[in-house]
């Protein structure tokens, strides 16, 4: 993909200067806005606890035997954790709604792949608290470690 687009700036300033960096910025806002979905909802997952109220939410469901609403509280978890690159905890959430949606298993597989996903969102959580960008603006200047750079400076 990035050399696709390397190619397609160096084809497009061969034809004109002005074309090739307006390229080059839109791909660079395409670029930020991804990093921004990303952030964006590490923050809605961290912050809200919406994510903390959907297993209740699918227990509950689970024990009135509505695998419908089970699936589609596993396709919103799938959601949320998609943008993230959870690849762990997607692939829990795309078991629970594929599970619900082909209704083959019994509701004890069902179960384990809820508490599955649950896990891997616990674990997701814990790595995103732990991250620096992650960290409360308050906090993360205090907690910040030490870097082997010099002081700039201004």
């Known amino acids: 993909m990035a050399s696709a687009v390397v190619v397609g700036l160096y084809l497009a300033s061969?034809?004109?200067?002005?074309?090739?960096?307006?390229?080059?910025?839109f791909f660079s806002i395409f670029v930020?806005?991804?990093?921004?979905m990303?952030?964006?909802?590490s923050r809605r997952f961290l912050e809200n606890g919406k994510v903390d109220r959907l297993f209740p939410q699918m227990r509950t469901a689970l024990s009135t035997g509505d695998l419908v609403e089970v699936g589609r509280l596993g396709h919103r978890m799938k959601g949320t954790v998609v943008y993230l690159g959870a690849h762990p905890a997607e692939e829990a959430a795309l078991s629970v709604e594929r599970f619900c949606q082909s209704s083959g298993g019994t509701s004890s597989e069902a179960e384990k792949a809820?508490?599955?996903?649950e896990h891997e969102c616990i674990a997701l959580k814990?790595?995103?608290?732990g991250?620096?960008?992650?960290?409360?603006?308050a906090r993360r200047d205090e907690g910040a470690p030490p870097t082997d750079r010099p002081p700039q400076i201004a």
């Open 14 to 25: 061969l034809h004109s200067y002005l074309l090739s960096h307006s390229l080059a910025e």
């Open 32 to 36: 930020a806005c991804g990093v921004f």
């Open 38 to 41: 990303v952030f964006w909802n």
């Open 114 to 117: 809820i508490h599955t996903l």
């Open 126 to 129: 814990a790595a995103l608290v």
């Open 131 to 137: 991250h620096p960008l992650a960290a409360d603006p």
